[in-house]
């Protein structure tokens, strides 16, 4: 298994602009997240999935948008990037059933700069 | 929402010795607590967790600690080494349908030789 993976793993971008940060699972996981991480400030959850066709606004969503249309592929599109959005972007997934594991597999990451 | 807080944000330790990084959380209804780690451009990587109906939990060097009552959690680092260096971040959530996970900011543990 792949696990969780994201593309691409850097991008600059210039104010304005529009792009998709890809993610991918391949462990079936009925769960995925989008977490931006800034320096020194732990991780902030921007969107959620709990199944295809299902997405939540987590705590930082403005800015963004999310799309579900199968299990294994959950995109994080940016509009009019800001430089606020720099950051770093972590995929993650999991699987939530009656077993109560809730562990979360996190993507390698994508590093944004906006300029 | 859930809060959570990990204090110190940075802690030293010589190798060899016992390293203790706590936690508190804001909601009582909480009841999965995970850590992870952190290496200097990786992706975070749980290395323990606990749930509710437990004190604690040990997984070789590392345990983990909760006290319902007060609302904490620790994580125990014994006979730390180098490669412990990380960010170690704690996080809560309420298990279950729709559960989120709420991160602390992290603490960067520094493990001299």
């Known amino acids: 298994n792949a696990g969780v993976t994201q593309t691409p793993k850097f991008r600059i971008l210039k104010i304005g602009q529009s792009m998709t940060l890809q993610c991918a699972q391949d462990?079936?996981?009925?769960?995925m997240y989008w977490y931006r991480q800034d320096p020194g400030m732990g991780l902030k959850l921007i969107y959620y999935?709990?199944?295809?066709?299902?997405?939540d606004k987590g705590e930082v969503p403005n800015g963004y948008n999310v799309s579900r249309s199968t299990t294994e592929d959950f995109p994080l599109r940016l509009e009019l990037a800001a430089p606020s959005q720099t950051s770093v972007y972590f995929c993650?997934?999991?699987?939530?059933?009656?077993?109560?594991?809730?562990?979360?597999?996190f993507g390698p990451g994508t590093r944004l700069l906006v300029l | 929402g859930e809060n959570v807080e990990q204090h110190p944000s940075t802690l030293s330790v010589q190798e060899g010795d016992s390293a203790v990084i706590k936690c508190t959380y804001s909601d009582s209804a909480s009841n999965y607590f995970p850590w992870y780690k952190q290496e200097l451009g990786k992706r975070p990587q749980l290395i323990i967790d606990?749930?509710?109906?437990?004190g604690e939990k040990k997984d070789q060097r590392i345990a983990v600690t909760l006290n319902k009552t007060a609302k904490h959690f620790s994580l125990h680092i014994t006979e730390t080494q180098p490669e412990d260096s990380a960010v170690y971040f704690c996080a809560a959530s309420l298990s279950g349908a729709n559960s989120k996970l709420t991160f602390g900011k992290g603490i960067t543990l520094s493990v001299r030789p």
């Open positions: 999935s709990v199944g295809a066709g299902i997405t």
């Open positions: 462990m079936n996981h009925n769960y």
């Open positions: 606990i749930r509710s109906n437990v």
């Open positions: 993650a997934s999991s699987y939530s059933g009656t077993s109560g594991r809730e562990t979360q597999y």
